[in-house]
């Protein structure tokens, strides 16, 4: 059954001759129900009466946001109105007497939305006897490990922004913060860090900043095997492939023999340089022997092979500068909200343990709020490194208020797992309707 969640739009811009109030349409038991939300706009004269009054209506996409039918944002989806009716609504939720898996399906639904920001996610014996949450890795792996305990501080974020001034139209950049969840030795789908970290904490939205870059890289590296490894590894893989080892050890013992006889004058004019190679004193390898007496070296079947992938790092920079208090309040809580983010927690159990530091979702997103096409995706990244310059112009300057004039913020990221073929077909069917990863 639908429900109804009516509140005045908070921080908004009312006058005593303007009033906007809201509605939010939702049905609690049905997480996957469409969410509309409806903006009522009172305009009065100066006698008190009603002159106009508009009525519009936005919808509520998979990111959180609220959206009228061009598919333009809210304007009030980044005022600090969005964050908190999508707090609101996470209250209701939270107080709602639901199922243990329609809570779960909330906090599924609800990422990176701000829905399921006090929910707890059904996790470990919560589950034992209840329905299994939505993409179940399958039960958990009986290991010897420790419990770590829950993290003695584990504090929620608002929904921050610099400037102050509406994003609506520009293009921006959302830095979501994740309450980090281990990987219990889970494998297949669902188990990367992208896919299972997905409890939002706060966001905060940034213009976006002037140097934007990414690399790609693979670990290949040169491999050789000459004749003689490469005859001695056939060989000695027939021998464990054998029914018979016996056999298998005399069928390698015969085509050595055989090989030997082909080449028996290189054979032995190798085995010769082997053994001057190993008398004391020449401090010479068989292959230096055989360059400087034949001038020949073996044939080393030189190869690049591939190593494995390579984890992204990505560097951004900001200049903040506070026009006004509200501002410089802002800068503060966007520089709190990194620094204590990022910052390891300590677990409960004396002290024995530590518990690892939230983590950050970076998206670019255009003007019309959908993810940018044209940049780069970003997989759950480790915020490694946050550096603030408080005198950035060389001049130590304050404000009033006794905020810094400009800060420079320095944050660098690094993705939590590496980027597969497979993240291309899965954001856009292979269609290349976004640059990807």
């Known amino acids: 059954m639908a429900d109804t969640l009516s509140l005045p739009l908070p921080k908004s811009k009312?006058?005593?001759?303007?009033?906007?109030?809201?509605?939010?349409?939702?049905?609690?038991?049905?997480?996957?129900?469409?969410?509309?939300?409806?903006?009522?706009?009172?305009?009065?004269?100066?006698?008190?009466?009603?002159?106009?009054?508009?009525?519009?209506?936005?919808?509520?996409?998979?990111?959180?946001?609220?959206?009228?039918s061009s598919g333009t944002l809210w304007s009030g989806e980044y005022s600090g109105e969005g964050g908190q009716i999508r707090a609101a609504l996470g209250k209701k939720i939270n107080d709602a007497n639901l199922s243990d898996k329609t809570q779960q399906e909330w906090a599924d639904t609800g990422s990176g939305t701000g829905l399921n920001k006090n929910i707890t996610p059904i996790t470990g014996d919560e589950n034992k006897g209840g329905d299994a949450p939505a993409g179940d890795a399958g039960p958990a792996q009986a290991t010897d490990v420790a419990p770590t305990?829950?993290?003695?501080?584990?504090?929620?974020?608002?929904?921050?922004r610099?400037?102050?001034?509406?994003?609506?139209?520009?293009?921006?950049?959302?830095?979501?913060?994740?309450?980090?969840?281990?990987?219990?030795?889970?494998?297949?789908?669902?188990?990367?860090?992208?896919?299972?970290?997905?409890?939002?904490?706060?966001?905060?939205?940034?213009?976006?900043?002037?140097?934007?870059?990414?690399?790609?890289?693979?670990?290949?590296?040169q491999n050789s095997m000459n004749g003689l490894q490469m005859a001695g590894l056939n060989a000695a893989s027939g021998v464990m492939q054998s029914d018979n080892p016996i056999k298998g050890m005399t069928d390698a013992a015969t085509s050595a023999i055989e090989t030997a006889k082909g080449n028996?004058?290189?054979?032995?004019?190798?085995?010769?340089?082997?053994?001057?190679?190993?008398?004391?004193?020449?401090?010479?390898?068989?292959?230096?022997?055989?360059?400087?007496?034949?001038?020949?070296?073996?044939?080393?079947?030189?190869?690049?092979?591939?190593?494995?992938?390579?984890?992204?790092?990505?560097?951004?920079?900001?200049?903040?500068?506070?026009r006004n208090?509200?501002?410089?309040?802002?800068?503060?809580?966007?520089?709190?909200?990194?620094?204590?983010?990022?910052?390891?927690?300590?677990?409960?159990?004396?002290?024995?343990?530590?518990?690892?530091?939230?983590?950050?979702?970076?998206?670019?997103?255009?003007?019309?709020?959908?993810?940018?096409?044209?940049?780069?995706?970003?997989?759950?990244?480790?915020?490694?490194?946050?550096?603030?310059?408080y005198v950035p112009d060389g001049t130590y300057m304050t404000l009033p208020d006794s905020a810094m004039t400009t800060y420079e913020l320095a944050l660098s990221f690094q993705e939590l797992d590496p980027i597969y073929d497979s993240d291309y077909t899965k954001l856009d069917n292979d269609e290349d309707l976004e640059i990807g990863f």
Not at 35 to 57: A, H, Q
Not at 149 to 160: A, F, H, T
Not at 180 to 194: H, N
Request: charged share 20%.
């Open 149 to 160: 305990g829950q993290p003695v501080s584990n504090r929620g974020y608002d929904d921050l």
């Open 325 to 389: 208090s509200k501002e410089t309040i802002m800068i503060r809580k966007i520089i709190r909200f990194f620094k204590q983010g990022m910052s390891v927690k300590e677990a409960t159990g004396g002290g024995l343990f530590l518990a690892t530091p939230n983590v950050f979702g970076v998206d670019f997103f255009n003007d019309k709020g959908l993810h940018h096409p044209f940049l780069n995706r970003l997989k759950k990244c480790a915020l490694t490194s946050f550096a603030v310059n």
């Open 264 to 322: 028996a004058g290189q054979l032995g004019s190798l085995a010769r340089t082997f053994l001057l190679s190993q008398l004391p004193g020449i401090n010479q390898s068989t292959n230096e022997l055989l360059a400087r007496g034949q001038g020949a070296v073996l044939n080393p079947n030189l190869e690049l092979l591939f190593n494995g992938p390579s984890l992204r790092s990505f560097t951004y920079s900001f200049r903040l500068s506070g």
């Open 14 to 68: 009312s006058t005593p001759l303007v009033s906007e109030r809201a509605s939010l349409s939702y049905d609690v038991n049905d997480p996957n129900a469409t969410r509309t939300l409806t903006v009522t706009k009172d305009v009065k004269n100066k006698r008190g009466r009603t002159t106009s009054t508009t009525t519009s209506t936005f919808t509520q996409g998979a990111d959180g946001q609220f959206r009228d």
């Open 162 to 221: 610099y400037p102050l001034t509406l994003l609506d139209k520009t293009d921006f950049m959302k830095i979501t913060m994740f309450r980090y969840e281990p990987g219990r030795f889970r494998t297949g789908e669902g188990s990367r860090a992208s896919d299972r970290i997905t409890q939002p904490m706060g966001t905060v939205i940034l213009p976006i900043p002037n140097q934007l870059a990414d690399g790609n890289n693979v670990g290949w590296g």
